[in-house]
């Protein structure tokens, strides 16, 4: 296994270890906000579950999402916690842009919530969608903002280097694209 692999899924080990501590992983993690939770190396939870089966994943974020509702003076049952991580799944925009360090940003957003009424699944889950909207949009709005930046740039033979239509590039990718068909063609 790569170092770089390691680095990558040490937040997972940490929340399916089975002495974990809420403690441990905000004194590591606590400091996460929604810019360094999308700049993560990490891949979303969707290709997670992918990699390392449904039942890590589902221990990992209920883990996350447990401990938040403890904050709030609320338990959650294991049934609670499964339908909660069966309702993020079944939703491709949530299993497919949010990571595990979101989790952790949604986790301190929910404890740091001023909620005077006891804190239930179902408003834990429309907090999850709502910083899933505002992290699309964010994403969003730098891409766009990348985007414009590289049209203003001043110097026209830089810009064209980069562009998708460079000759290079074309010539590469019609050149895959040969390759392909001649296998095919056999």
């Given amino acids: 296994m790569p170092n770089d692999l390691i680095k990558k899924t040490e937040l997972l080990q940490a929340l399916t270890e089975p002495d974990f501590k ?3 992983v905000i004194r590591r993690y606590g400091s996460l906000d929604m810019r360094r939770a999308m700049d993560a190396p990490t891949p979303c939870i969707g290709q997670l579950q992918k990699m390392y089966g449904n039942e890590t994943m589902q221990r990992a974020v209920g883990r996350l999402l447990a401990s938040s509702a403890l904050w709030h003076d609320v338990e959650l049952s294991q049934a609670k916690i499964e339908a909660l991580y069966a ?5 491709y925009e ?3 842009s949010l990571k595990l360090e979101d989790f952790v940003v949604i986790m ?15 408003q834990m889950f429309v907090h999850i969608k709502a910083y ?3 992290r699309i949009a964010r994403a ?3 891409n766009i903002n990348i985007s414009q930046s590289l049209k203003d740039c001043s110097d026209l033979d830089d810009r064209i280097a ?5 000759k290079d590039k074309v010539n590469a990718l019609y050149a ?3 390759v392909k068909n001649q296998r095919f063609l056999k």
């Avoid at 309702?87 to 939703?91: F, P, V």
């Avoid at 301190?108 to 179902?122: G, W």
């Fill in 162 to 166: 980069r562009g998708a239509r460079f």
């Fill in 22 to 24: 809420q403690s441990a």
């Fill in 87 to 91: 309702a993020i799944m079944s939703k």
């Fill in 108 to 122: 301190s957003e929910i404890m740091e919530a001023n909620c005077h009424k006891r804190l239930t699944i179902n």
């Fill in 132 to 134: 899933s909207k505002r």
């Fill in 176 to 178: 895959k694209v040969q």
């Fill in 140 to 142: 969003i709005e730098e």
């Fill in 94 to 96: 949530l299993r497919s």
